[in-house]
């Protein structure tokens, strides 16, 4: 009995994997694949791939760009849209020579072809990412500020990709990310936050005037915004503080000086 009831099983089952490939190939599905990953960067060019191992003559063959709507980009043995000033077909695959941070998204070939039991359908996906170098960043330097108080200094850049890091110089002199390893003709209080392009004077001082320039850079390329003046300014406390103390050393000075001439 127990044979006999896993004999049954085993039919079963094989008449059910029978009905499932027959559907597979009868609607055509086709296995799932690796999804591709092809990295390019801004204005060179790329291939696009379609890995189908089976091409005849019979073969009928698409290519779409899948997002919120779906767009063809080969159709009817042709390229559509953009892609026929600056794109190619070497045999199932695509060679795209201006390639643009727009073109970045996933793509889907698709190829069809009769068979004994139906159209058969073959696909891949590949996703392509595209590298952007950074632009001119914009750069937030105050014009001036008063000695003693909090400054922050601002760099951004919006297209790179992947995401740049930040440099900061102070007249043509990269300000290193740790202070206390800067240059002595700057103030030994501030941070550089690489990755969100701010630099912070915790107190500024006389020393911290000059011109301050930032650049973004990423493994495509870097720019650097025009160099700007932030001058820093004593406080009306500041200078009376300054001059009494002037004052006070000279009239020291006299008298030592007037006690040795006698």
């Given amino acids: 009995m127990a ?3 896993r004999h049954r099983l085993l039919l079963l089952l094989l008449r059910y994997l029978v009905v ?4 597979h190939k009868a609607y055509g599905f ?3 694949k690796d999804q591709q990953v092809v990295t390019a960067v801004e204005y060179q060019e790329v291939i696009l791939a379609c890995k189908n191992p089976k091409k005849t003559t019979s ?3 698409e290519w779409k760009k899948l997002g919120r709507s779906v767009s063809f980009v080969y159709y009817q043995q042709a390229l559509q849209g953009e892609f026929k000033d600056r794109a190619e077909m070497i045999d199932f695959s695509i060679r795209i020579k201006n390639v643009t941070r727009n073109d970045a998204g996933k793509y889907r070939c698709e190829v069809s072809a009769p068979s004994e039991q139906g159209q058969n359908l073959e696909e891949d996906t590949v996703t392509l990412e595209v590298l952007v170098a950074p632009a001119v960043p914009s750069c937030e330097v105050p014009a001036s500020a008063l ?5 922050e200094l601002r760099c951004q850049d919006k297209e790179g990709k992947p995401a740049p890091e930040y440099t900061w110089f102070k ?3 990269r300000l290193l990310g740790d202070s206390r390893l800067g240059s002595q003709s700057t103030n030994s209080s501030y941070t550089v936050n690489t990755k969100s392009g701010t630099l912070q004077f915790n107190t500024v001082s006389k020393l911290d005037s000059g011109e301050y320039s930032c650049e973004a850079r990423n493994s495509v390329g870097y720019r650097r915004c025009p160099g700007k003046r932030m001058q820093i300014e004593e ?3 500041q200078k009376s503080s300054s001059s009494s103390k002037a004052t006070t050393m000279s009239e020291t000075d006299f008298k030592h000086t007037k006690s040795f001439v006698i």
Avoid: E
């Fill in 59 to 61: 073969s009928r063959l």
């Fill in 147 to 151: 000695s003693g108080t909090v400054v």
């Fill in 235 to 237: 406080t009306a406390f």
């Fill in 171 to 173: 007249d043509g002199v």
């Fill in 30 to 32: 086709s296995a799932p």
């Fill in 20 to 23: 499932v490939l027959g559907y």
């Fill in 3 to 5: 044979r006999r009831s």
